[in-house]
Nanobody
Framework: QVQLVESGGGLVQAGGSLRLSCAASGRTFSSYAMGWFRQASGKEREFVAR????????NYSDSVKGRFTISRDNAKNTLYLQMNSLKPEDTAVYYC????????????WGQGTQVTVSS
């Protein structure tokens, strides 16, 4: 069982940066692939980035590639998302998720943190 709690969201101007964190409880955090997803108002939830349990395998959606960086610290049971060069279209609720396998559907979800980018 893994419980996830996101933090770090907020209001930022376009071009600014934010770093999201996701604190995980449970002893098995390091064995899970982890990911970030987001859901804008009135839209479906979409994939943002994922990272393997070792951190050695990463991929991003085309919309954030080159601007966002996913990372994890298994010693601290924490997942991160560094977001740079933010755009108004990045405005959404951001969720972290835990997956049993790299490309499997998430088994665990956090409650989400709001990111709002003003123009």
């Amino acid at each position: 069982q893994v419980q996830l709690v996101e933090s770090g969201g907020g209001l930022v101007q376009a071009g600014g940066s934010l770093r999201l964190s996701c604190a995980a409880s449970g002893r098995t955090f390091s064995s899970y692939a982890m990911g970030w997803f987001r859901q804008a108002s009135g839209k479906e939830r979409e994939f943002v980035a994922r990272i393997s349990w070792t951190g050695g395998r990463i991929n991003y959606s085309d919309s954030v590639k080159g601007r966002f960086t996913i990372s994890r610290d298994n010693a601290k049971n924490t997942l991160y998302l560094q977001m740079n060069s933010l755009k108004p279209e990045d405005t959404a609720v951001y969720y972290c998720a835990g997956m049993a396998y790299y490309y499997s559907d998430p088994e665990y979800w956090g409650q989400g943190t709001q990111v709002t980018v003003s123009s």
